[in-house]
């Protein structure tokens, strides 16, 4: 991949490049529940500071902002999508949602799914994406995963 000059519009030639995602911010009723949830269902770790209410790591690099809002609108299609190893963590997850928290999936997807605070949530593994893609992402190296 070059890093020849990008073309806006009118094909204007750009400098702007973008590596990725840096955060996901999501409105909750609730932080301090919300930040329990978040760490029960998928092991994020709290941030000491962020730019929210509360701040949970996302991999090596990106972030998820909790922000306390007077209410909560449920989302329809909005979502984020969260990664996972594998099936084995998808299952986990779906498992977890369902028999503790109540939770319904939304099909025909394998873990869609509504928060307890109304944000919509895709959780996917490693096999669905791209490995050249991934390769770059520490918690993909540190993970073990190698192309064939």
């Excluded at 073309?7 to 973008?18: E, F, L, N």
């Excluded at 000491?48 to 790591?57: H, S």
């Excluded at 770059?136 to 540190?142: G, M, S, T």
Aim: charge should be negative.
């Amino acid at each position: 991949m070059g890093a020849g000059p990008i073309r806006g519009r009118g094909g204007k030639t750009m400098s702007v490049r973008v590596y990725g995602c840096n955060h996901i911010a999501i409105e909750v009723d609730d932080v301090e529940r919300a930040v329990d949830f978040y760490q029960d269902v998928f092991g994020l770790e709290r941030l000491p500071q962020g730019e929210g209410d509360a701040f949970l790591k996302l991999g090596e690099h990106q972030f998820l902002a909790i922000f306390k809002v007077e209410g909560v609108q449920r989302a329809r299609m909005r979502h984020f999508g969260l990664m996972v190893r594998d099936e084995a963590q998808i299952a986990e997850v779906r498992d977890k949602l369902t028999k503790k928290y109540g939770i319904e999936l939304i099909p025909p997807f394998r873990c869609d799914f509504i928060d307890p605070f109304g944000n919509r949530l895709q959780v996917v593994d490693l096999h669905d994406e791209s490995l050249v893609w991934l390769m770059p992402y520490q918690e993909v190296q540190k993970a073990g995963v190698r192309l064939a």
